[in-house]
């Protein structure tokens, strides 16, 4: 095993990773520096806040900085390890954008003076962790990289994806097993140990290519399932039969486990990690590109539904329940549930629709400035509709009693008040 990691760390990206891979590293001993773009998030950060709602993340916060071993700041320090958790959105054409991952690497160059290691932690197609040497050694041509050969370089690159669960992510940081994947066997080594640190799960060392097919991987196939069970539901309602009852019996097969359908797939993983893969191989992947296009279809799916009954009243008003992507938290990223509204807003302009989530203070981008959308509380969104639609169990909808929807056209999408 490699000596212990020692030494700052700076962690570029303060998000939904960042911060709580900022939060274990510093609450064990660690210094780190996060950093970030947006100067909300660095300024919450340095005074102990978080900028979004995680389950045990803000103790966390609160007492790193109180410690003093997590500072925040928009400028990139010199550090011994730099872990890179920005975005990676997809272009137009579905393939990544890896614009983010490229500005931090130009931004770490200037930095190093040899000795260090660079984690990418950003989901990312294969071969990009190697780009990320490719692009250091592009600005720092006085440095040996490690994709130049298997020396021993002046800076360890190596990739480390992130397996957590949005809502469980303080747990499942520490517990779950980690991929770690370096240019070299030497930067995983590296890596490894910056991970030991917190990492309760084994790790697995392997090449970085082989890491981050693992994470689309994992990934793609739960999309996949996913796909199953909304195509399913789909069928089942041509045939007018209950999805949630065959599902469920079906399941009492002791080798079957078919997830449960929904408005579709969000979150920045499952909903778009799949067409990393598509984008590879697009002659090849054709059962990964369906379970997408399966996905993607089924806000649309729900919008149209919605409008046919209501097109039975005279002013409809439509209630929709939810906007995040997954039940209480208040990630809205690819959320299926901001597509059936926007959805339902564009096909019905003239449709009164009101919007409750109780994780978000106001609407998002996509349906921000439209005349018929506006949030309002959950009972009075409720009370007011004549058409009522579950786009999110958050705990709070699923609590609501039977007896309070009486009288209303309601959609369930996520069988929660079966």
């Not at 919450?44 to 995680?54: K, L, M, Q, S, T």
């Not at 011994?80 to 954008?97: E, H, L, Q, S």
């Not at 009852?245 to 399941?251: G, K, M, P, Q």
Request: hydrophobic share 45%.
């Amino acid at each position: 095993m490699d000596e212990p990691f020692s030494g700052t760390v700076a962690i570029l990206g303060l998000g939904y990773i960042g911060l709580p891979t900022a939060v274990a590293l510093a609450t064990r001993g660690v210094d780190v520096i996060g950093v970030d773009v947006d100067d909300a998030t660095v300024e919450a950060v340095a005074a102990g806040r978080i900028p979004f709602v995680e389950p045990d993340l803000a103790i966390g916060v609160s007492g790193a900085v109180g410690m003093g071993r997590l500072t925040a700041t928009t400028t990139v320090p010199e550090a011994d390890a730099y872990v890179i958790a920005v975005p990676t959105p997809f272009n137009g054409d579905r393939t990544a954008d890896l614009s983010f991952v490229r500005a931090a690497a130009a931004s770490i160059a200037p930095k190093l003076r040899g000795g260090e290691l660079v984690v990418l932690e950003s989901t990312s197609p294969p071969g990009t962790t190697e780009q990320v040497s490719r692009w250091i050694k592009g600005l720092r041509p006085d440095l040996a990289m490690p994709h130049e050969d298997e020396g021993v370089p002046d800076v360890h690159v190596a990739h480390c994806p992130e397996r957590v669960l949005p809502g469980r992510i303080m747990i499942e940081m520490i517990t779950n097993d980690r991929v770690i994947g370096g240019v070299t066997p030497r930067c995983a080594a590296r890596a490894a140990a910056l991970y030991r640190v917190f990492t309760q799960g084994e790790i697995f060392t392997t090449d970085a290519a082989s890491a981050e097919m693992a994470k689309l991987v994992e990934n793609a196939s739960r999309d996949v399932n996913i796909a199953f069970a909304n195509e399913l539901s789909l069928i089942c309602e041509q045939a007018k039969l209950d999805v949630w009852e065959v599902i469920r019996l079906a399941n009492r097969h002791p080798r079957v486990q078919i997830l449960n359908p929904g408005p579709g797939v969000g979150g920045h993983c499952i909903a778009v990690d799949p067409w990393f893969i598509v984008g590879m191989a697009p002659e090849l992947s054709r059962l990964i590109r369906t379970a997408r296009e399966v996905n993607d279809s089924k806000p649309r799916h729900v919008a149209e539904m919605v409008l046919e009954r209501a097109a039975r009243f005279r002013q409809p008003t439509v209630a929709c329940l939810g906007l995040a992507f997954k039940a209480d938290i208040d990630d809205l990223r690819e959320s299926p549930a901001v597509d059936v509204v926007e959805t339902l807003a564009d096909l019905a302009p003239e449709l009164d629709i009101r919007v409750s989530e109780p994780f978000a203070r106001e609407l998002p981008a996509a349906l921000s400035g439209r005349p018929n959308v506006r949030m309002q509380p959950v009972g009075e969104a409720i009370d007011e509709a004549d058409i009522v639609v579950l786009l999110v169990d958050h705990s709070q909808f699923t609590s609501i009693p039977r007896s309070r929807l009486e009288g209303r056209v309601v959609f369930d999408t996520r069988g929660a008040w079966r």
